[in-house]
């Protein structure tokens, strides 16, 4: 689960990590009083979506930059005005852009110099990593690809937690000092102590600045959170944003099934992240396109099934459904009178192949031959890909 900019500073500010003083406005009648929190002068006025590149992103009516710098809190409130409602197009939006929900003022900070830095999980070794740059301000991805030497790691142990020689390490790496090294080494410490107590999946602040005045801030957030950890975080799931999401994964979620939104036109419906993954390249491989990412988990209900079948069929681009299930858990028979009850329900009109095999498989094909509807029953995986793969065009 992501949140915004704005959300993040709040948590910063709750674990002690030193940020820009700010207030966020979610309605043109809020923006003076957003404002009055804040003291006279420059002044940064940022829209508030969940994508990155935002400074270099380009609303739909043409005007450029989403994260603007005012010289005054008058110029700050004309800038805002602008934003709100308004559709922000970055390279992480894709065409169809972002609406702006809520802006968010900061306080603009005088910056010595910017770094990067991020907390987050490293699977390679499954613990914790911090990565820092002294090159912050830019996609890490870049300096990544053109100068890989400027980017060094922290592998922390989840049983001890963020050593001080790390912090030391860290701290030189960045190359702070005096008052800059006492303060950074602050910010370090609670920026991690909140990767954990907050169970995050990441967090990223680029840019991290130093000012002439040796202080260490988070100019920037952006956090995203463990979904399978939230049942303990209720106060973070109350952040949780719905107008940022697709609405066919928000519905997927409301029904305990994974549901990733994709731009082919092949739905899948499949058991299990592992099988969904190799139906989604099977797919591929026979030169048709996925629409989707969608696993009903190892134990589905009939009334999952349908809810499943009613949220592929919302996406206007599909054109053709495979549903591919290996009963080990899950019965094949509950799959498939689920499948039988939403195409009735439903009114089905696009082809439909389904694989059954394992737990009941036999009753599973049954129910299916036994319902007199148009589904194409698979002999094995690649036999249903081929086929499903035909039947659109």
Not at 238 to 252: F, G, M, Q, S, Y
Not at 283 to 295: C, Q, S, T, V, W
């Amino acid at each position: 689960m992501n949140i915004h900019e704005y959300q993040a500073k709040a948590l910063f500010e709750k674990f002690g990590v030193p940020v820009p003083k700010g207030a966020a406005a979610k309605t043109a009648e809020e923006f003076a009083g957003a404002l009055a929190q804040l003291p006279e002068g420059p002044t940064m006025v940022k829209s508030q979506i969940h994508a990155g590149g935002r400074g270099k992103g380009t609303f739909t009516d043409g005007t450029k930059g989403g994260v603007k710098f005012c010289k005054t809190k008058a110029d700050a409130l004309e800038v805002a005005k602008g934003m709100l409602g308004k559709t922000l197009v970055t390279v992480q939006t894709g065409p169809a852009g972002r609406k702006v929900q809520t802006v968010y003022f900061t306080v603009a900070s005088d910056i010595k110099k910017e770094y990067y830095l991020a907390v987050l999980l490293d699977r390679a070794s499954s613990r914790p990593v911090i990565v820092a740059s002294t090159e912050g301000g830019v996609e890490i991805e870049k300096v990544a690809h053109e100068t890989p030497e400027k980017i060094f790691k922290v592998v922390v142990d989840p049983a001890y937690g963020l050593a001080d020689f790390q912090v030391r390490d860290l701290l030189t790496r960045l190359g702070l000092t005096g008052a800059e090294a006492k303060n950074g080494g602050r910010l370090l410490r609670a920026l991690y102590a909140m990767y954990w107590e907050t169970d995050a999946a990441m967090i990223e602040v680029n840019p991290l600045i130093t000012t002439p005045t040796g202080e260490v801030l988070a100019l920037d957030a952006k956090v995203s959170f463990d979904d399978n950890a939230l049942f303990r975080h209720p106060e973070i799931v109350a952040l949780r944003d719905l107008n940022e999401e697709d609405p066919k994964e928000v519905e997927a979620s409301k029904h305990g099934l994974s549901y990733i939104a994709l731009d082919g036109n092949i739905a899948c419906l499949v058991n299990g992240a592992g099988l969904a993954m190799s139906t989604m390249d099977i797919i591929k491989h026979f030169g048709g396109n996925p629409a989707n990412f969608l696993d009903v988990g190892g134990g589905a209900s009939k009334a999952q099934v349908v809810a499943a079948f009613k949220i592929i069929l919302g996406d206007p681009n599909v054109k053709g459904i495979f549903v591919n299930i290996f009963g080990g858990i899950m019965d094949c028979n509950v799959i498939a009178s689920g499948i039988v009850e939403a195409v009735r329900e439903v009114g089905l009109s696009l082809p439909l192949v389904v694989r059954l095999e394992g737990n009941n498989v036999e009753a599973g094909k049954a129910t299916l031959a036994a319902s007199g509807l148009p589904i194409v029953s698979g002999g094995s995986m690649a036999d249903a890909a081929q086929k499903i793969v035909k039947l659109v065009p």
